[in-house]
């Protein structure tokens, strides 16, 4: 009898139209972080002697200044990471979501550091007055945007 008492209480939801409770996920963290953007092959290549072949498409992460390794997702501010080799080069301060479990990153925003200050790294177009953070052209009026590194908090 116990048994089938057991059984029907672990067959319920089924029985009454519902799912079993699944555990909720682990919180997605907020974090910030300070170091530059890497291609994650060459990396490993680098610490590790991972295999790397001479001609190979770039996986772009980002090396904090800790040494740990976090690969981007790609989105609306880690596009200027992936196309843009003058940000590549900067030494940044991003703000991410940090996925459970993972090493994976989504920016929610960025700044470059130049000479230990934080440095406002944006694109503007000069025709439309837009200030975006996308390297490609102007979605209003088409035209090349350009990149500006300003000190944080400096009026246009």
Sequence with gaps: MAG???LLLLSAPRIFGGEPATPPAA??????LQGRAVCLAEELH??????????HQHLWGFKATDGKCYTLLAGKYSEAIFLD???RAKELRVKARLF???QVIE??????VKNGKLQDLYYYCDVC????????????CQAPVVLVEKPLGQDE
């Design 4 to 6: 089938l008492t057991a």
């Design 27 to 32: 919180p997605v963290q907020q974090v910030e």
């Design 46 to 55: 680098s610490r590790y002697q991972a295999e790397l072949p001479t001609r």
């Design 85 to 87: 080799e003058r940000v």
């Design 100 to 102: 459970p479990n993972t």
């Design 107 to 112: 920016l929610t925003y960025f700044h470059s």
């Design 129 to 140: 007055a837009i200030k975006t953070v996308s390297p490609q052209v102007c979605a209003c």
